[in-house]
């Protein structure tokens, strides 16, 4: 039997404006979506703010745990975006003027018959030795350095960008999912499902409570690398409902004959 190949990532999405509400991310699950169909599975996610020493301090952590990291927002023109100076700071490295950057920019914003101010001119900055990821929407690139990938927070370039590294990645075996609907609540099913997770390790069980009109409801999802395992589990999880549904049938029937 083949071993199945497990490859992890990590998210940090930078920007004050995230943790003041002023922006509502549509990053993080635009990446989710994708590196699960990828076969990676995103296992963390940190928001921090416009602040250099948060900024190294959650990407050291992030980065040496997971085999990638990405990164959104901060490295716009404005004087708040700091991430290519972080992360250059991180990575111990000079944060320098990328000389092809600089050329792409300058070309861009003369077909547009607009001065490369100073400000713009940020754009190409990034670590020494990075590389670079395209960015088709708006020119100024995103960069690679290690592990991790650093791109725009305007969610339509975040989304090129991210089709543009993808191809590149080491996958690892899907994850795969069964969903059961489940007519009772977590309160009823919490004891019997954790004997269920005990049993199959090897998956993972998720219970996801639903409130309509007067009555709890519960959607069960079995994930796992094993559409054999899965199966098993889930075999059980519809044994644990019907052992329920019949012992209500008793209960009920009990009290009316009582």
């Not at 994708?34 to 980065?63: Q, Y």
């Not at 990328?98 to 300058?106: H, K």
């Not at 993808?166 to 999912?177: C, D, E, F, I, K």
């Not at 004997?195 to 519960?218: L, V």
Request: proline letters at 5%; charged letters at 25%.
């Amino acid at each position: 039997m083949s071993q199945d190949i497990v490859v992890t990532a990590a998210m940090l999405a930078i920007g004050d404006e995230l943790l003041s509400g002023r922006t509502k991310d549509k990053n993080i699950g635009h990446l989710a979506d994708l590196l699960t169909l990828s076969g990676i599975d995103l296992k963390e996610v940190r928001i921090v703010a416009d602040d250099e020493e948060a900024i190294v301090e959650a990407l050291n952590a992030l980065r040496g745990k997971y085999d990638y990291v990405f990164t959104s927002g901060g490295i716009g023109p404005t004087h708040d975006d700091i991430t290519a100076d972080a992360i250059s700071k991180a990575f111990g490295l000079p944060c320098e003027y990328d000389e092809t950057a600089m050329t792409l920019l300058a070309e861009m914003y003369r077909r547009r018959e607009m001065e490369f101010t100073e400000a713009r001119q940020r754009m190409a900055r990034m670590p020494r030795g990075a590389v670079h990821i395209a960015n088709p929407v708006s020119t100024a690139p995103g960069f690679i350095i290690g592990n991790v990938h650093v791109m725009a927070g305007v969610p339509q370039v975040f989304q090129a960008m991210v089709d543009n590294v993808l191809p590149a990645l080491r996958t690892g075996t899907p994850v795969l999912s069964l969903a059961i609907a489940c007519p009772y609540g977590e309160g009823e099913i919490g004891t019997p499902l954790t004997a269920i997770q005990k049993a199959h390790p090897e998956t993972s069980i998720g219970s996801y409570p639903r409130y309509i009109g007067q009555k709890f409801s519960t959607e069960i999802v079995v994930r796992g690398r094993s559409q054999a395992v899965i199966d098993a589990a889930g075999a059980e999880v519809q044994a644990m409902i019907e052992a329920i549904r019949r012992r209500k049938d008793i209960t009920e029937n009990h009290s009316a004959e009582a």
